[in-house]
T-cell receptor
Framework: DQQVKQNSPSLSVQEGRISILNCDYT??????FLWYKKYPAEGPTFLIS?????DKNEDGRFTVFLNKSAKHLSLHIVPSQPGDSAVYFCAAVYLSGNTPLVFGKGTRLSVIA | EAGVAQSPRYKIIEKRQSVAFWCNPI?????LYWYQQILGQGPKLLIQFQNNGVVDDSQLPKDRFSAERLKGVDSTLKIQPAKLEDSAVYLC?????????????FGPGTRLTVL
């Protein structure tokens, strides 16, 4: 039973354009969401997060949007750069329950110059 | 600041053999995690330590997997005996404290192949 779903295994975007990565979740108890970025042969690195009390969080070129009613979040990267090419993992957690992070399967983003 | 160190980076063994992985977290980080990442999947938590105590090992296959963090610093994860389905990348992560809003810093992982 996958509680965090990333339904697009891969995405290709032209340099300078917007990249939109999507994530859906099923567990309504999740109250904190994170995006991690992973390059080959490296561990994941934290990118951006959002609490369930917000619907948007922005950090430079990266913005995460949360739609609680739809149990959906998205990561927007504007403008996309070749160095953004990586696998992006969505993760969710129930902070009050001290539960572990639950990761999606990841989406491989390729930014084409 | 040094990151999370893991060794070895790669390991190939035959099924039924045993293997051990080592992790040294970031200095001062109380919480240490071991994740298993099977190809095409996201990381899955195996065990979480707070200092030298186990916080969560609900997803650790305890018949063959064991882990320890005796002095509350570095940690080892052992598999004995290994099965084909244990082929995966084993990631170690650490954070200042427990709680999902504490940023987790990941090591580069150990890629295990079981033949």
């Amino acid at each position: 039973d996958q509680q965090v779903k990333q339904n697009s295994p891969s995405l290709s975007v032209q340099e300078g354009r917007i990249s939109i990565l999507n994530c859906d979740y099923t567990n309504s108890m999740f109250d904190y969401f994170l995006w991690y970025k992973k390059y080959p042969a490296e561990g994941p690195t934290f990118l951006i997060s959002i609490s369930s009390i917000k619907d948007k969080n922005e950090d430079g070129r990266f913005t995460v949007f949360l739609n609680k009613s739809a149990k959906h979040l998205s990561l927007h990267i504007v403008p996309s750069q070749p160095g953004d090419s990586a696998v992006y993992f969505c993760a969710a957690v129930y902070l009050s329950g001290n539960t572990p992070l639950v990761f999606g399967k990841g989406t491989r983003l390729s930014v084409i110059a | 600041e040094a990151g999370v160190a893991q060794s070895p980076r790669y390991k190939i063994i035959e099924k039924r053999q045993s293997v051990a992985f080592w992790c040294n977290p970031i200095s001062g980080h109380a919480t240490l995690y071991w994740y298993q990442q099977i190809l095409g999947q996201g990381p899955k938590l195996l065990i979480q330590f707070q200092n030298n105590g186990v916080v969560d090992d609900s997803q650790l296959p305890k018949d063959r997997f064991s882990a320890e963090r005796l002095k509350g610093v570095d940690s080892t994860l052992k598999i004995q005996p290994a099965k084909l389905e244990d082929s995966a990348v084993y990631l170690c992560a650490s954070s200042l404290d427990r709680g999902g809003n504490n940023e987790q810093f990941f090591g580069p992982g150990t890629r295990l192949t079981v033949l």
